[in-house]
């Protein structure tokens, strides 16, 4: 119990950027047609890809001779940049077919 | 000036992802939202590279790596997502969810390793040193990489049942087994919380820090956590893998904010809990559109089909129609109305509906469509793929003004749906798909239907639908029996 009070007390302003988020999450989607339900996920799919910064930090701060840090790190960026690249592609090719006949 | 400049990439990366959803759940502004987002993200990741300084102060390394596996994972990923079909596209996004998953899932490993090796050999000899494992910090790398390989394993496993390639897989106790890996991960994980590093005060280790966490022990986490993830998906029925796949999507953007966490990140932070937060409530609304709670679609697995299969087999015969009649038919209505399901999709069939509408408007004949809110194998699937076609948006009805528009239609045509329009979510208590809103079909004058065989649908039971008697069945591939039926019609 102490060790999560202090824990909250040291990562306040992080804790507070997690709560904040979590209600602009809930209100940014709640009135959404069920039209856009897969787009949506879609793109959202693509904006947890944002993982791949991690993946940088940690391939950039790999030591040089330890391979098997290096090629985790590698495998992390390809996967990541997989999640961002393709995620954002499949979600503009899945609207492109919406805007397109905009009545 | 670097890192300030780095902090002000995350702050309006931040922004754009905010913007980037709320544009992203309204159809008009959609596209330029998740251009906006992408553009955020690009910032994020240039500013990461090129600025971001380590606690040392010194710039990040090895950039050819870095960029080698930029490279590599920008190709592949911008190939597969230009080439995939659209009717792949719900496997596609499981795929890149999994991969998402599984990137945080290795960085989480990776920072174990880091955190061990710093704290086995950053001691001097005897003296005490105030080098310690911060629990905090452990507890978030072991939550991170258990979120992030159930979603990966998870992921993988839906995208093999949205291709058919896994079948639904159910064996006694499976519930207890899933909670039991499930406990065993807590207290693991609590384990890993409590322990405290040991100072050796005797031996080869004489007054090192020697950190009690084995790396064994965080090795069979990873396997229960890969493990859970399997067990997890593979008995839910395919017909809900769009749940399960929007449910898994919001755990890897809380696994990505663990990330932030580590790193005191704020752009990883806030993209991740809004991707959680927002697919949160995206699963919520999926499943309310089908009229089921997330804990049955998770817990009670669809496919009963040794309980159902012993009733539903009394019925009369069923009719079929052949092409040429059904020409006729659709040629002489005044009304017709479609409606599409993933039996369309497989068979790439939206072009050639296209061209039927075509066709049949020319010989004054009324089309609409009527979209299952989840027709196909995900929500808005239908809609995706109709647009694709170029069929106008105005001519796709939601389930509700479909309903009230059946009765004065003369004619529906269903091709390849099944569930969606099964009466028996309306009238028998006992089905499985018992309370799910369905297109009410059998309000129109008549209905021809049109499917590969008499097989039942995706949740494995029979449809009463098509033994109605005003209910005539079209066999065959959606799309040879829709270019049949123009060619039939031109020719009328």
């Known amino acids: 119990m102490d060790l999560l009070a202090r824990f909250l007390h040291q990562h306040i302003e992080m804790v507070y950027v997690v709560v904040l988020s979590i209600f602009l999450g809930i209100e940014v989607i709640s009135r959404v047609p069920a039209v856009l339900h897969t787009p949506l996920m879609s793109g959202a799919n693509a904006i947890h890809g944002v993982v791949i910064i991690g993946a940088i930090i940690v391939m950039g701060q790999a030591d040089a001779h330890n391979f098997l840090a290096l090629f985790i790190g590698l495998v992390a960026v390809i996967v990541g940049t997989l999640n961002v690249v393709g995620g954002f592609v499949v979600t503009d090719r899945m609207l492109e077919m919406f805007s397109k006949k905009k009545p | ?492």
């Open chain 2, 1 to 492: 000036m670097e890192l300030s400049i780095l902090t002000l990439a995350y702050l309006i990366g931040s922004v754009t992802f905010i913007i980037g959803l709320k544009m992203l759940s309204r159809p008009d502004t959609a596209r330029r939202g998740n251009l906006i987002a992408a553009a955020g993200m690009g910032l994020a990741i240039l500013g990461t590279i090129f600025l971001y300084r380590q606690s040392s102060g010194a710039p990040l390394h090895n950039y050819g790596w870095i960029f080698t596996g930029l490279a590599i994972g920008g190709v592949i990923g911008f190939v597969a997502a230009r080439k995939v079909l659209m009717t792949s596209m719900p496997e596609m996004v499981s795929i890149f969810n999994g991969m998402g998953g599984f990137c945080a899932a290795l960085i989480a490993i990776s920072e174990f390793y880091h955190l061990l090796h710093f704290n086995t050999t950053g001691t001097t000899g005897g003296f005490t040193v105030s080098l310690f494992i911060p629990k905090g910090m452990m507890v978030i790398i072991i939550v991170e990489m258990i979120i992030g390989m159930v979603s990966f394993s998870g992921s993988m496993i839906a995208f093999g049942k949205l291709n058919g390639r896994i079948k639904d897989f159910t064996f006694p106790g499976q519930q207890i087994l899933n909670m039991a890996i499930l406990a065993a991960m807590i207290l693991l994980g609590i384990y890993f919380a409590c322990i405290t590093p040991h100072l050796m005060t005797g031996g080869n280790n004489l007054g090192q820090f020697i950190p009690a966490i084995s790396p064994y022990v965080f090795c069979t986490v990873i396997g229960l956590a890969i493990a859970y993830g399997i067990l997890f998906v593979l008995p839910i029925g395919g017909a809900d893998m769009p749940v399960v796949i929007s449910l898994l999507n919001a755990c890897t953007g809380v696994a990505a904010a663990c990330g932030g966490f580590l790193y005191s990140n704020a752009v990883m932070l806030t993209g991740g809990i809004l991707v959680g937060s927002a697919g949160g409530i995206l699963t919520l609304l999926m499943c309310r559109a089908m009229n089921r709670s997330l804990g049955n679609v998770l817990i009670g697995s669809f496919g009963g089909t040794a309980a159902t299969e012993g009733q539903t087999h009394q019925h009369g015969g069923y009719k079929e129609i052949s092409i040429s009649d059904a020409a006729i038919v659709l040629a002489y209505a005044h009304k017709v109305m479609i409606v599409p399901g993933y039996g369309l999709a497989v068979a790439q069939a939206q072009h050639a509906c296209h061209d039927l509408e075509k066709v049949l408007e020319d010989r004054g004949v009324q089309l609409k469509y009527a979209i299952h809110p989840v027709a196909g194998r995900m929500p808005g699937h239908m809609n995706v793929l109709l647009a694709e076609a170029d069929v106008p948006y105005d001519k796709l009805l939601e389930m509700e003004e479909a309903n009230e528009e059946f009765p004065s239609a003369d004619l529906v045509l269903v091709l390849g749906a099944n569930d969606v329009v099964n009466p028996a979510a309306k009238n028998d208590p006992a089905s499985p798909i018992y309370g799910m809103p369905i297109l009410e079909v059998e309000r129109a004058k008549m209905v021809i239907v049109n499917k590969r065989s008499m097989k039942p649908g995706y949740a494995g039971i029979e449809n009463d639908l098509f033994f109605e008697p005003k209910t005539s069945m079209l066999f065959g591939d959606a799309k040879t029996v829709l270019q049949q039926l123009i060619a039939e019609i031109k020719n009328i």
